[in-house]
């Protein structure tokens, strides 16, 4: 890559900003290349004898294994879960493949593995891990232990669900606080020794989803769960495939007074930061209230809002962009060249 | 709008218009001095919301952007060259040297690590007895002091393998010395919250009647910055020069005499390079002679490296507020947060940061 004199990974690789974008587009697209592939999305749909099919992978490194609302078993569920659902699939069956470093003490194994358990229950819907592997390194190799996961699901008749759907006037819907987990991650490592009480909003939004579904009709048009890179990321990367400018009105957009503190006293923006449990939905404005409804009835939506709206793009010739509109009635444009660095925070 | 904001923004506009009329200037220049001031301007879009004819310039705030590249050059040599473990903060990680930065050289395995407080690596010195620790220590009189009380610390529990390299500064030696320069042209400072808590307000005086200079101290909410430039204005209008604390839940204007008075128990001036300023007689600080058993400059002697700023960088003229980072052709081309050439990029309270993060595209 021409911004690499090293020409070796780093960190900021990882961070979901504008290098994770060009290892992706410049190393790893170029080299497996293929139609399916190339759509760059949550989860790749797949056709499967006249049925269509989702299916995703991630791979799980937080430290430390176990944090307030959550722990790398759950993580792992979560994630794969909300990949799959953000293409409007029913979720059926995850693979679990675990790297252990050496000397992993085997209560924390199971631990983890009673937590996985309990989020599958958590979940519902019957989905299950249906196969799996095993490896150890020796240690020093990893750290205690990594996980990936790989998800399939079914994609029931109904109108489509993806970014391409977005729409001039669809409202822009959030399912509540924003920036908990990364900073849960953060102050549980106990660099800064805040005092706070911040859990991650870890959560499998399945439920979420299909009550969604079920509010909007055919009135929803695309889905994305916010994660590493935060609520900033999923909107400027959708803005760009949409071609569609978004309003983003700041005051709108939730976050807890703790969670807002931690990041100010840091210079961090909240909007940069990693959630695991949140989902952006767009949504045509004439369902958007009874869709709010719905999601703040759900357990995992009470502090839904609607913090922006779609907007058309009137000059051709100016890429698409995401306008977030201040407390004070300013302008600022989110851009992607802008990271929040926190290594193993999923 | 906040009903507060939108009065302290109609008497800025009268008070501007009457002086714009009056001839007392056409375009007024303010300039901030603190890299927490050219965030939160830039972030609530303070420029958005007052006259054109303010016109609102970033100065030498940010200690890393004024940090200069001989520093990092040397800090690399010292790592190439000894067997020691480096904490310094993580802006200074991804600061361009000449040949590398610390970032790379972490990535090619050296130790390297990012501390959130200087009693991290004092802290990691005293469980590791086996390693040298080197605290890479910046900033102005907000940290200074947190430095100096890790030095006494490790000086009471005698640790032998802790050090610190000082790349610490003092901001009123800059301030003279830019208000020197003929070619910058300033009509207003909005003076830093932070530093002048501890340093207080009477570490100024002398400049607004020797440079006929309104000097505010403001606080960093926008209504608490709106109301620094009014008072500005309104020392303009009155030709009533002097240094006004419009942050007084936190300023006074005596400062914090312990926090003050220990940095000269560990430090004595020194000179100090600036980046685009130059030398500032009496501007750094360097560890007494009762503490140089942990100055890492003396303890770990590398030769002068062969600096030079990376061809094209305007670093230097952005910080004196000579070019706004618009003016520079690298800005947002060649140079980007993710692949920064000039420090003012790089750290998370540079002006070029700042601009190009809250800005670009308006």
């Known amino acids: ?346 | 709008m906040k009903k507060q904001v939108e009065s302290i923004l109609e008497e800025i506009k009268d008070l501007n218009k009457n002086l714009v009329f009056k001839k007392k200037y056409k375009t007024l220049k303010i300039m901030e001095v603190c890299g927490t001031h050219t965030m939160a301007i830039a972030k609530h879009g303070i420029r958005q919301l007052i006259p054109a004819s303010i016109d609102l310039i970033s100065g030498p705030g940010c200690p890393v952007c004024v940090t200069p590249i001989r520093e990092i050059d040397k800090i690399i040599e010292i790592i190439k060259k000894y067997d020691a473990t480096v904490f310094t903060f993580g802006d200074m990680m991804r600061v361009p040297g000449t040949n590398s930065s610390l970032l790379a050289e972490k990535a090619r395995g050296k130790k390297i690590k990012i501390c959130y407080s200087p009693t991290d690596a004092l802290d990691f010195a005293e469980s590791n007895p086996d390693k040298k620790i080197i605290f890479l220590a910046i900033g102005f009189e907000t940290t200074i002091p947190l430095t100096a009380v890790i030095v006494k610390r490790a000086f009471e529990k005698k640790l032998n393998n802790f050090f610190v390299y000082s790349t610490h500064k003092t901001l009123p030696q800059a301030l003279n010395a830019l208000l020197s320069d003929s070619c910058i042209n300033i009509g207003g400072f909005l003076m830093p919250g932070h530093v002048s808590a501890i340093t207080g307000s009477s570490m100024y005086e002398g400049i607004p009647q020797k440079y006929g200079i309104a000097c505010v101290i403001s606080g960093f909410e926008p209504e608490n910055i709106l109301l620094s430039i009014h008072a500005i204005l309104r020392q303009i209008t009155g030709n009533d020069f002097r240094v006004e604390i419009m942050y007084k839940s936190v300023v006074r204007p005596e400062g914090n005499p312990v926090a003050f008075s220990l940095i000269f128990d560990v430090f004595e001036p020194a000179d100090s390079e600036w980046r685009g300023l130059g030398l500032i007689l009496g501007s750094g600080l360097e560890l007494k002679k009762k503490f140089e058993g942990f100055d890492a400059k003396k303890i770990f002697p590398v030769a002068n490296p062969v600096s030079c700023e990376p061809p094209g960088c305007r670093c230097g003229d952005v910080i004196k507020g000579i070019i706004k980072p618009f003016d520079c052709k690298k800005f947002g081309k060649s140079c980007t947060p993710e692949n920064p050439v000039g420090a003012c990029m790089v750290s998370s309270e540079g002006t070029c940061a700042a601009y190009f993060k809250y800005m670009a595209g308006i």
Do not use: W
């Open chain 1, 1 to 346: 890559m021409k911004d690499n004199k090293n020409n070796s990974i780093l960190l900021s690789h990882g961070d979901g900003g504008v290098k994770t974008g060009r290892l992706i587009s410049e190393i790893i697209g170029p080299a497996l290349k293929n139609n399916i592939l190339d759509r760059l999305e949550d989860s790749a749909i797949i056709p499967c004898r006249g049925a269509k099919a989702a299916f995703t992978t991630d791979s799980f490194v937080v430290s430390p294994l176990f944090f307030p609302g959550g722990d790398i078993g759950k993580l792992c569920v979560c994630g794969t879960i909300n990949d799959l659902v953000t293409s409007g699939c029913r979720p059926a069956a995850l693979s679990l493949s675990f790297i252990i470093e050496e000397g992993l003490d085997i209560n924390v194994f199971k631990k983890v593995l009673e937590s996985i358990k309990n989020t599958l229950e958590e979940a519902g819907e019957g989905i299950k891990i249906v196969t799996g592997d095993t490896k150890v390194v020796e240690k020093g190799n990893a750290d205690k232990l990594f996980i990936n996961t790989s998800g399939i699901g079914f994609i029931e008749d109904g109108p489509g669900i993806s970014p391409s759907n977005i729409k001039e006037g669809d409202n822009i819907i959030i399912n509540g606080n924003i920036a908990d987990h990364g900073i849960c991650i953060l102050n549980c490592r106990q660099e800064f020794g805040f005092k706070a009480d911040i859990k991650s909003d870890c959560a499998p939004l399945n439920s979420l989803v299909k009550d969604i579904k079920d509010a909007a009709g055919s009135g929803l048009h695309a889905l994305r769960d916010a994660t590493r890179g935060g609520l900033a990321r999923v909107l400027i990367e959708l803005s760009g495939s949409s071609k569609m400018n978004f309003d983003i009105y700041q005051d709108k957009i939730p976050i807890q007074r703790q969670t807002r503190g931690i990041c100010e006293f840091l210079g961090m923006d909240p909007l940069y930061i990693a959630n695991e449990g949140k989902m952006v939905v767009f949504a045509e404005e004439k369902n958007s209230i009874r869709i709010l409804d719905a999601m703040k009835k759900n357990r995992y939506g009470k502090h839904s809002a609607i913090i922006g709206r779609v907007k058309g793009i009137k000059d051709k010739n100016r890429n698409a962009s995401v306008t977030l509109i201040t407390e004070l009635g300013t302008k600022r444009v989110l851009d992607l060249h802008y990271s929040e660095q926190l290594p193993r925070i999923c």
